[in-house]
């Protein structure tokens, strides 16, 4: 039972480096998305894709890009990595069915910028 | 949307009961009322949710006030694996792009005395 999955679990890299954030969900879930979580806040969304072949920008989309590559994976590219995207991310996915369906979240990616 | 306030922080003794409340005084006839817990180094963790009558779950209750001007998330007898941040979140029934984030607020840490 692996659920949402993500890789790396930890990441350092220097300012204006590029870097791909991993996702992929073996729950058959039409709906993946990514947030940032900075230190004592909430989650706050940054892209999400309803349905395969779909994204669209969140909260706080500058400075990220997406690719919902087939159903199961959805990647999160930092094309010029800044020290404020220092942040843990989290990808989570969601099954269709309405929008009470709960998202099921993976353990996060932890990644400093220097 | 439609706001929520959480107390920052709660103890609890193990194997005591925990009463965790969540305001939510501009709630709008149609939204659900989600609750979501994030343990340490993790990410969030579904729990459950409810419209109008009392839910219950393996997890949890959820006991709604009449009036849906507030909700209480009781864990029945806390382990120490309950100790974790509990987020009380507000979900419409419609679309748009809005709707499909999860708006996590600061939630209330709990915290589970042995």
């Known amino acids: 039972n692996a659920g949402v999955t993500q890789t790396p679990k930890f990441q350092v890299l220097k300012t204006g480096q590029s870097m791909t954030l991993q996702c992929a969900q073996d729950?058959?879930?039409?709906?993946m998305y990514w947030y940032r979580q900075d230190p004592g806040m909430g989650l706050r969304l940054i892209y999400y894709s309803a349905s395969e072949g779909t994204t669209d920008k969140g909260e706080v989309p500058n400075g990220y890009n997406v690719s919902r590559l087939n159903k199961r994976e959805f990647s999160l590219r930092l094309e010029s990595a800044a020290p404020s995207q220092t942040s843990v991310y989290f990808c989570?996915?969601?099954?269709?069915?309405?929008?009470?369906?709960?998202?099921?979240f993976g353990d996060g990616t932890r990644l400093s910028i220097l | 949307d439609a706001k929520t306030t959480q107390p920052n922080s709660m103890e609890s003794n193990e194997e005591e009961p925990v009463h965790l409340p969540c305001n939510h005084s501009t709630i709008s006839g149609t939204d659900y009322i989600h609750w979501y817990r994030q343990l340490p180094s993790q990410g969030p963790e579904y729990v459950i949710h409810g419209l109008t009558s009392n839910v219950n779950n393996r997890m949890a209750s959820l006991a709604i006030a009449e009036d849906r001007k507030s909700s209480t998330l009781i864990l029945h007898r806390a382990t120490l694996r309950d100790a974790a941040v509990y987020y009380c979140?507000?979900?419409?029934?419609?679309?748009?792009?809005?709707?499909?984030?999860?708006?996590f607020g600061k939630g209330t840490k709990l915290s589970v005395i042995p």
């Open positions: 979140i507000l979900r419409g029934p419609f679309g748009g792009a809005g709707s499909y984030q999860l708006t």
């Open positions: 729950m058959n879930h039409n709906s």
């Open positions: 989570a996915s969601r099954q269709a069915g309405g929008l009470q369906q709960p998202q099921h």
